[in-house]
């Protein structure tokens, strides 16, 4: 919720788990939020430019989280040729 002036007003704000789409509520405890910096041609971390995925403690706790990040940094342009769909 948002008050006259536009800021955020809310004590707990959902987030969305980026691997399954699954809300993330305040009990999940397994949870975890991973932030990947941006850099430059000099391999140094570029302030306030990153990618953040979340992921829920269901997805941890299956052993697919390092999957799923491969995947969606894929997706993303961080990564290639790591993560396929044929692959075994």
């Given at each position: 919720?948002?008050?006259d ?9 959902p987030?969305?788990c980026?691997?399954t789409n ?5 009990k999940?405890?397994a949870?975890?939020q991973l ?7 000099e391999g140094k971390?570029?302030?306030g430019?990153y990618?953040?995925?979340a992921l829920?403690g ?6 697919e989280s390092d999957d799923?990040?491969n995947r969606l940094?894929?997706k ?11 692959q075994?």
């Amino acid at each position: 919720m948002e008050n006259d002036q536009g800021h955020v007003v809310d004590l707990y704000v959902p987030r969305k788990c980026a691997a399954t789409n699954r809300l993330i509520t305040c009990k999940d405890h397994a949870s975890v939020q991973l932030n990947f910096a941006a850099v430059d041609e000099e391999g140094k971390a570029i302030p306030g430019q990153y990618i953040t995925y979340a992921l829920c403690g269901a997805v941890r706790g299956i052993g697919e989280s390092d999957d799923s990040i491969n995947r969606l940094a894929t997706k993303d342009g961080l990564l290639k040729d790591v993560w396929s769909a044929t692959q075994k």
